[in-house]
């Protein structure tokens, strides 16, 4: 395995779970307050269990084994949340600056890596139109 292979898949263990928590922590409190976020957030009515539940779908996104039985949906939970594109970005802004704030920036960088991951494939659901004729597959009626 490269060098550059290994490191993103240790990519949990060199930042380690309380950094994890602190990051999910410090990000969701700024959530919290933040001019466009904290009304589509607004919506959550338990931030402990949601900050706890969040940095575990962060530690195992990072490569860290389960701890909880929880199962994850990203794109389609926020479907319901009035979220779009510029929601994206300035959900994207504010975690990058949250982990830039927390972290080196070799691994702020590779954690954002995956959360840009996410937020395109919340945009891929954003956009996606089933009644698009071009996503036939090609059946004569």
Known sequence: MSAMRERERNTHERIGHPRVA?????????VQVHPTLAEPFG????????KARLTHFWWVSLGGEAYRDDRYRV???????????????DWLALFEQ???????????????????????????????????????????A
């Open 98 to 140: 949250t982990l830039h704030d927390h972290l080196e920036p070799e691994l702020a960088e590779a954690w954002l890596q995956r959360a840009r991951h996410m937020g395109r494939s919340i945009r891929a659901m954003l956009d996606f139109d089933p009644t698009d004729p071009s996503l036939s597959l090609g059946r004569k």
């Open 43 to 50: 919506r959550v009515d338990d931030w402990p269990e949601h």
């Open 22 to 30: 602190a990051v999910v922590d410090d990000f969701y409190s700024r």
């Open 75 to 89: 794109a389609g939970a926020h479907m319901g949340l009035g979220v779009d594109g510029a929601l994206v970005d």
